[in-house]
């Protein structure tokens, strides 16, 4: 009973470097997110997808990319990684049909970028 | 779009205590409303929502949380807390949109919650 698996569980960077974190979700769920969680802030939407091939901007999408090429996963990618990137990262995902439906979160990952 | 303000960003309270944290929202239309729990070192679990009905809605571990829409309000209680209630309380509310609607949630900063044995 998986869930939502997120790869990996902690990350460090130097400025400058990119890399990409894997969601992967075995719920059949149609809508994955990715949030970033800051000491204080809460959790803040980055982007999110509604389909395979579809995604969109959420509240915080400076300086990442996303992409759904298949269901079951999400990945977010860092270009060129800031200092100002450096958080926990949580993947969601909830199935379609209205928005009465609760968010199932991954474990996170944890990245510094030094 | 929606905002959630939680008044308590640090409670310490002595096992068997009552709990109560605050959450407000502010949106024009109808929302639902969720708290989620974050152990140490774990990821976030939900412990209630409210969609609809009955405004007091009872969740896991003892917990529960009244919804009052004259006051915005959606706050979080329990009667007698435990040592293993020591966690992050996040509040969080998305749009209810009739015709469905994939808006991810918008949480509040966190109440962290600190039980003494």
């Known amino acids: 009973n998986a869930g939502v698996t997120q790869t990996p569980k902690f990350r460090v960077l130097k400025t400058g470097q990119s890399m990409t974190l894997l969601c992967a979700q075995d719920?059949?769920?149609?809508?994955m997110y990715w949030y970033r969680q800051d000491p204080g802030m809460g959790l803040r939407l980055i982007h999110y997808?509604?389909?395979?091939?579809?995604?969109a901007k959420g509240e915080v999408p400076d300086g990442y990319n996303v992409s759904r090429l298949k269901k079951q996963n999400f990945l977010l990618g860092l270009e060129s990684a800031a200092p100002s990137q450096t958080s926990v990262y949580f993947c969601?995902?909830?199935?379609?049909?209205?928005?009465?439906?609760?968010?199932?979160f991954g474990a996170g990952t944890r990245l510094s970028v030094l | 779009a929606q905002s959630v303000s939680q008044h308590n960003h640090h409670v310490i309270l002595s096992e068997a205590a009552s709990l109560e944290l605050g959450c407000n929202y502010s949106?024009?239309?109808?929302?639902?409303l969720f708290w989620y729990v974050q152990y140490p070192g774990q990821h976030l679990q939900l412990l209630l929502k409210?969609?609809?009905?009955?405004?007091l809605v009872k969740g896991i571990k003892g917990f529960e949380a009244e919804f009052i829409k004259s006051k915005f309000s959606f706050n979080l209680r329990k009667p007698s807390v435990q040592w293993s209630d020591t966690a992050e309380y996040f509040c969080?509310?998305?749009?209810?949109?009739?015709?469905?609607?994939?808006?991810?949630?918008?949480f509040g900063k966190g109440t962290h919650l600190i039980i003494q044995p």
């Open positions: 969080a509310v998305n749009a209810a949109h009739s015709g469905g609607g994939a808006d991810g949630l918008t």
């Open positions: 949106y024009g239309g109808t929302v639902n």
């Open positions: 719920m059949n769920h149609e809508y």
């Open positions: 969601a995902s909830r199935p379609a049909g209205g928005s009465k439906n609760i968010q199932y």
């Open positions: 409210y969609f609809s009905g009955d405004p």
């Open positions: 997808s509604v389909g395979e091939g579809t995604t």
